[in-house]
């Protein structure tokens, strides 16, 4: 049984950092294969791509220069630093699997077929 637990969401400040985490098990096949995304969805929008990596990596511009997507692979986790967050950062933060996964579809929500339940990040202003 696959499962991507996510943690690290919490209640911070604007302008604070936070990491989240994704940890895999039950994967079919050797993580470092696997394209690893974080994507979110705050109330009422669609879930939209964040961040993603294979061995390269592919970031909403959105977010560019303020987080950074990272992988242990020995570990089978996936991390997202958050820098210099902002209200609009809101949001129920996801992370989601998907095989050999090419570069240039790494931001495609439907491309990946394993997913998270979840953590929320909320930032307050």
């Known amino acids: 049984q696959v499962q991507l637990v996510e943690s690290g969401g919490t209640l911070v400040q604007a302008g604070e950092s936070l990491t989240l985490s994704c940890t895999a098990s039950?994967?079919?096949?050797?993580?470092?294969?696997?394209?690893m995304g974080w994507f979110r969805q705050a109330p009422g929008k669609e879930r939209e791509f964040v961040a993603a990596i294979r061995g390269s990596y592919d970031q909403a511009d959105s977010v560019k220069g303020r987080f950074t997507i990272s992988r242990d692979n020995a570990k089978k986790t996936v991390s997202l630093q958050m820098n210099g967050l902002k209200p609009e950062d809101t949001a129920l933060y996801y992370c989601a699997a998907s095989y050999g996964l090419a570069y240039r579809n790494l931001g495609k929500r439907t491309e990946y077929n394993y997913w998270g339940q979840g953590t929320q990040v909320t930032v307050s202003s």
């Open positions: 039950g994967l079919p096949f050797t993580f470092s294969n696997y394209a």
